[in-house]
């Protein structure tokens, strides 16, 4: 696959404002997406999820768009705070049900 | 705290040497996934467990790994003669996993490794 060096994409937002993160997919038959935040030093932490027979789910500060037709995910965080800088990632099931396989990164840093 | 654990959360060995981490799910998960995680890049899938069975081991679980849920409860991930290459985060995870679907899986702090 595609390698992946150490420069994340890097998302900076001002506190307060509101954020926007992507991700693609590979599987169109995926049906299943999760996003995990991680901060530095630390395990992932589920986010939210959405099943593919919806296309929108909300959670506290967060929304999850999922769009089938061209594979692509979203995470929305509403009123951007310090404790949201991390690294954020997208995952799909990767063969079977029982193995994620994560996309790229992404890296949110809140400017206070 | 009844998230995952791991531990140790560091551990710091010479080329050659056997380390073995262990994970303990969050109670009453069936399921157990071990995952590895290199700087900049997302967590790769090792292998899983349901109940005691390890039902799945990617190509990247090498003869050098081994892992074990001997009870349905912890987990123990064992690399032996490690070389530089293994150093990495070790990540595990655990669900409540019912047949034929993908569970929500949560994930513990993780145990760096470095290999000298």
């Known amino acids: 696959g595609e390698s992946v060096g150490l420069h994340l994409p890097t998302l900076s937002v001002q506190e307060g404002d509101n954020s926007i993160i992507n991700c693609a997919y590979s599987?169109?038959?995926?049906?299943?997406f999760i996003w995990y935040k991680q901060e530095s030093g630390k395990g992932p932490q589920f986010i939210i999820d959405?099943?593919?027979?919806?296309d929108k789910r909300q959670g506290q500060r967060v929304t999850v768009l999922l769009n089938k037709t061209v594979k692509h995910l979203s995470l929305q965080i509403a009123a951007t705070q310090p404790g949201d800088s991390a690294v954020y990632f997208c995952?799909?099931?990767?063969?079977?049900?029982?193995?994620?396989?994560f996309g790229k990164g992404n890296q949110v840093v809140v400017i206070p | 705290d009844t998230g995952v654990s791991q531990d140790p959360r560091h551990k710091i060995t010479k080329r050659g040497q056997n380390v073995t981490f262990r994970c303990d799910p969050i109670?009453?998960?069936?399921?157990l996934y071990w995952y590895r995680q290199t700087l900049g890049q997302g967590p790769e899938f090792l292998t899983y467990?349901?109940?005691?069975?390890?039902?799945?081991k990617s190509r990247l679980l090498s003869d050098r790994f081994s892992a074990e849920r001997p009870k349905g409860s912890f987990s123990t991930l064992e690399i032996q003669r490690t070389e530089q290459g293994d150093s990495a985060m070790y990540l595990c995870?655990?669900?409540?996993?019912?047949?034929?679907?993908?569970?929500?899986?949560?994930f513990g702090p993780g145990t760096r490794l470095t290999v000298l």
């Open positions: 109670s009453e998960h069936n399921r």
């Open positions: 467990f349901q109940n005691e069975a390890q039902l799945e």
């Open positions: 599987n169109s038959a995926s049906d299943y």
């Open positions: 995952a799909e099931p990767g063969g079977g049900n029982n193995r994620l396989a």
């Open positions: 959405i099943r593919s027979n919806m």
């Open positions: 995870a655990s669900s409540h996993g019912t047949s034929g679907s993908t569970d929500t899986q949560y």
